[in-house]
């Protein structure tokens, strides 16, 4: 422990084993994961297929490398374009680097359109990783703050205000893109208006502008479909995926259409790791068991199921200020910080988190069941209950 750098605060617990939804620390306790390694283990802990897909792999061909082809990485991209209905995937192995891939792709397209200092509209509240510049085009002074200089080339205007980008796109000349959780993961589970999608949309197609999601934690089933845009209707030029692809294996993808799509030219962009064999595998049979499984009307269904039971348990106490997301993408907003709930969830042996200090975050796995829904909600109301003395 004191060999590894002061990163995390981390709680007193190392899991040794999992199964499903279930882990089991060293003591041989048992846990209800109600978090999924934020929004990782779709799949839960060692699904049989998945861990002989991988298995398998790793048997055959762990790397090459990208400068030759790579196969799994072709398939997994047309599987992935199938999906979305992108034309084109860049591979790499987390979600802020396939940000770092958009943010890339769209400075270049603004030079190539002739825009000198290209300039990305970013939001409040925005969550896009820890390397300089998806932090830079992260909204949190915290996770920013002792990191100056941070990159410039970027506008941050509040969330949900299609009005306020607007402002921007009068005022500024160099606008190249927009950058939008559809859903914001670390913000807090806000989630973003239809009409103000369609309307951001419109505007990138008005003005020139590509429209990027960032979907690392939203995509790959969390909400229900595939990826979240499909609720609004509006499907994006760039969107980055990362966290629940590959199951845990680090995967993280750039997904392009339409003009975005022919913006890399060999040399612009890559990575030793990204698109390997065996990630690649994995988010395969990550992709092929969801289907088989029907996971992603199964996390339609227990979302629905999970948010009216918690909204049933919490209806009328005071300091709740909201129950909100779509599918197992939850958030239960307190009216003060609540991080101790995480604690007092953990002694009854359930798995949660709190994030943006005053929102209880649910990202099951998308394999739950009614039994493990209600347990979740067994637990959980009267331990928010008690915290807010209800
Ligand atoms: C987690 C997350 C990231 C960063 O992904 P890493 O794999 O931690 O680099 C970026 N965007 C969103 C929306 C996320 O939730």
Redesign the pocket.
């Known amino acids: 422990m004191s060999h590894l750098m002061n990163t995390y605060a981390r709680l007193p617990i190392a899991f040794t084993r999992g199964e499903g939804v279930w882990l089991w620390d060293e003591a041989g306790r048992r846990y209800l994961d109600a978090l999924a390694g934020?929004?990782v283990n779709g799949l839960g802990h060692a699904h049989p297929r998945l861990v002989k897909a991988i298995a398998d792999q790793a048997g055959q061909l762990i790397h090459t490398s990208n400068i030759y082809r790579v196969l799994r990485q072709e398939q997994l991209a047309d599987r992935l374009c199938a999906l979305s209905g992108m034309a084109q995937a860049f591979f790499c192995?987390?979600?802020?680097?396939?940000?770092e891939a958009a943010i890339k792709l769209a400075r270049l397209y603004g030079h190539q359109r002739g825009v000198e200092i290209p300039t990305i509209i970013v939001m409040e509240k925005?969550?896009?990783?820890?390397?300089i510049a998806?932090l830079s085009a992260?909204g949190s002074r915290k996770a920013q703050a002792g990191f100056e200089p941070l990159v410039a080339g970027f506008v941050r205007v509040p969330y949900n205000d299609l009005d306020a980008v607007r402002a921007v796109a009068e005022h500024h000349r160099n606008i190249v893109a927009v950058l939008l959780?559809p859903i914001?993961?670390?913000g807090g589970i806000n989630v973003a208006d239809v009409a103000y999608q369609q309307g951001l949309y419109a505007l990138c197609r008005e003005r020139g502008w590509l429209y990027m999601l960032?979907?690392?934690?939203?995509g790959i089933g969390r909400t229900g479909s595939w990826f979240a845009f499909e609720h609004a209707g509006v499907k994006p030029d760039v969107m980055?995926l990362?966290?629940g692809l590959g199951s845990g294996v680090?995967i993280?993808a750039c997904l392009a259409n339409g003009a975005a799509a022919d913006v890399f030219k060999p040399g612009n962009h890559g990575t030793t790791f990204g698109g390997g064999p065996l990630v690649c595998a994995a988010a395969l049979a990550t992709l092929d068991i969801m289907v088989d499984e029907g996971l992603l009307a199964n996390a339609a269904r227990q979302g629905a199921r999970l948010k009216s039971a918690l909204e049933a348990g919490l209806s009328g106490v005071a300091g709740v200020v909201e129950i909100r997301g779509q599918g197992l993408m939850l958030g239960i907003e307190l009216d003060r910080p609540c991080g101790e709930i995480v604690k007092q969830a953990l002694e009854q042996s359930l798995l949660v988190n709190v994030t943006s200090d005053n929102v209880v975050r649910l990202l099951p796995p998308l394999i739950l069941e009614d039994a493990h829904t209600d347990e979740i909600v067994a637990i959980l109301v009267p331990i928010i209950k008690r915290f807010l003395g209800a």
């Open positions: 934020i929004a192995s987390s979600g802020a680097e396939a940000n925005a969550w896009h990783g820890r390397t998806t992260t959780e914001q993961g670390e960032d979907e690392v934690q939203s980055a990362a966290k680090p993280g």
